[in-house]
């Protein structure tokens, strides 16, 4: 008999710190069945299989993170921005390894729901970077090199890759510092461009 006060929502909560702690490819209906104290059938009542939980993982995930990157950057902008998105970005990778995983990749354009939400984070991105003067498809490539740059740092620490014993967070804002003097003297050669234009 399901548990009382199963629902799709304690599913994918459930699915969720299982992705986390097992990593996706231990993620089974049997597991999550367990960790609910329920059999594996009651969960059809909620999801038509693993295929369709997964997505609901994604969804979740970009919930997840979208909040913390929108409570992180509230109220400031610039290179504060900045370095509260890449704070709460690695935050998110080091505590929901799983989730973060399933957020990686870029949402099928057939499902408008996952397309919105996906949307919605580069928007966020693009309004930080367009004190810099950056907007259309620069702006593009300015999220793309600052996902990539924290994505690449994530992964590398994940993957137990610094091994050398150095602070592994200033070699982070070490990298962030360079990073952010190079879109600050881009800004000024736009802004000479303009001028001299």
Request: proline fraction near 4%; charge should be negative; avoid cysteine.
């Amino acid at each position: 008999m399901a548990r009382r006060g199963l629902d799709l929502e304690t599913v994918v909560e459930a699915a969720a710190e299982l992705a986390d702690y097992k990593g996706l490819e231990g993620l089974t209906i049997a597991q999550i069945a367990e960790k609910l104290q329920v059999r594996p059938p009651s969960l059809y009542n909620h999801i038509a299989g693993l295929p369709e939980l997964k997505r609901h993982l994604v969804l979740y995930g970009y919930r997840l993170l979208r909040a913390a990157m929108n409570e992180a950057t509230a109220g400031k902008s610039g290179d504060e921005a900045i370095f509260a998105f890449t704070s709460a970005y690695l935050t998110f990778a080091r505590q929901r390894p799983g989730l973060y995983e399933l957020t990686l990749g870029s949402p099928p354009r057939n499902d408008e729901e996952l397309q919105q939400l996906g949307e919605a984070l580069v928007g966020d991105l693009l309004q930080i970077f367009q004190e810099y003067g950056f907007a259309g498809e620069e702006g593009i490539h300015a999220v793309r090199g600052l996902r990539s740059l924290v994505h690449g740092f994530a992964s590398i620490e994940q993957k137990g890759g610094f091994g050398i014993p150095i602070e592994v967070d200033a070699s982070l804002k070490f990298m962030m510092d360079i990073y952010l003097a190079g879109i600050s003297q881009r800004k000024s050669e736009m802004k000479n461009d303009k001028q001299n234009g």
